[in-house]
């Protein structure tokens, strides 16, 4: 079946710091990949639609110049949080299909805790 | 807005028992709804999708129905083991290729 894998699972990093978390296809292409966050007890909530080839598509409220999302290839899409603060701590996932008519599958996330 | 509601909030039953989890959302013009589990600290796993035309879809002792009309979805469970104990998650998708729409999941807890 379909697997979607990000890395890294865990990060923990001083204030300030950049992280880049990546989110790969692994058996199939995917022209749009999903970035969500989900705060403890709360559900997933959209981030940004990330476009292979063209910029991303981000939510409202949600700053792109502190989110930067790159889409280079067909299985890659990577999530930078820029100079992170406390606040950005969370757990991030992504997700994507390989045609629109089929489930969704997610990576395994993503939890960043900034100190 | 499309919103996804998620009852009840968690739910605790004695293991064998089964158990209906439902899910409603105010937009019937659904493209497809999708059922998740989430154990604590992982990430999402699908465990059905019913596409708009659909009224149900069975995977094991897993049957999730759809009334896309009325604005629901229910999950059921039979035979409930402990290994069940997670959260699950019901999504929607508006239109074909979209980012799904979350509720905020059904905490179930199987007692031995």
Known sequence: GAVVSQHPSWVICKSGTSVKIECRSLDFQATTMFWYRQFPKQSLMLMATSNEGSKATYEQGVEKDKFLINHASLTLSTLTVTSAHPEDSSFYICSAFAYSNQPQHFGDGTRLSIL | ?112
Do not use: H, M
């Not at chain 2, 019937?28 to 992982?42: E, M, T, V």
């Open chain 2, 1 to 112: 807005k499309q919103e996804v509601t998620q009852i009840p909030a968690a739910l605790s039953v004695p293991e064998g028992e089964n158990l209906v989890l439902n899910c409603s959302f105010t937009d019937s013009a659904i493209y497809n709804l999708q059922w998740f589990r989430q154990d604590p600290g992982k990430g999402l796993t699908s465990l059905l999708l019913i596409q708009s035309s659909q009224r149900e879809q069975t995977s094991g002792r897993l049957n999730a129905s759809l009334d896309k009309s009325s604005g629901r979805s229910t999950l059921y469970i039979a035979a409930s083991q402990p290994g069940d104990s997670a959260t699950y998650l019901c999504a929607v998708t508006n239109q074909a290729g979209t980012a799904l729409i979350f509720g905020k999941g059904t905490t179930l807890s199987v007692s031995s």
